[in-house]
């Protein structure tokens, strides 16, 4: 049985890792989606949510458990701000976060070649509009992983 154990829990782990990372690219597109319709049914998308789904998105959403995003204690956060490196353009995404904000020893990654080198700064994002990153707070080129880039 210990024998049998050592290959199937990890070969469980990677599928569960799989599943979760299927089950982000639907629920990015299906708020990507949202989104598109709360624009048009309100003229703009709406502000900056921290850790959090803005309200007002709910009635454009399918059912679910909103913030929680697919990998354990993970949260999406809806991110609207300026572009940093582009003064007068904004950057419009969805990010799921790993971690407590302010709290490095609260984060869980993904055990995936993608996660290598994430800090509490890093997330998982789907880009809508302009130039995306891991963290508003963070260069372009800090460890993050773009799932439509």
């Not at 299927?22 to 624009?39: C, D, N, P, T």
């Not at 803005?54 to 956060?77: H, Q, T």
């Not at 055990?111 to 890093?122: A, L, M, R, V």
């Amino acid at each position: 049985i210990a024998l049998l154990a050592r290959f199937v829990l990890p070969a469980m782990h990677n599928a569960l890792e799989k599943a979760a990372y299927g089950r982000a690219q639907i629920e990015f597109k299906s708020v990507h989606q949202s989104m598109l319709q709360y624009r048009k049914q309100y003229g703009d998308y709406p502000p900056d949510a921290n850790r959090d789904i803005p309200p007002g998105l709910e009635e454009f959403l399918a059912p679910g458990i909103w913030p929680e995003a697919p990998w354990k204690g993970s949260v999406y956060d809806w991110d609207r701000y300026d572009d940093p490196d582009n003064p007068g353009q904004e950057i419009l995404q969805v990010s799921a976060r790993f971690c407590d904000i302010g709290d490095a020893s609260s984060c869980r990654f993904p055990k995936e070649p993608w996660s290598t080198g994430f800090d509490i700064n890093s997330s998982v994002y789907y880009c809508i509009e302009g130039a995306c990153r891991a963290h508003p707070s963070r260069p372009i080129d800090h460890p993050g992983h773009c799932i439509n880039c």
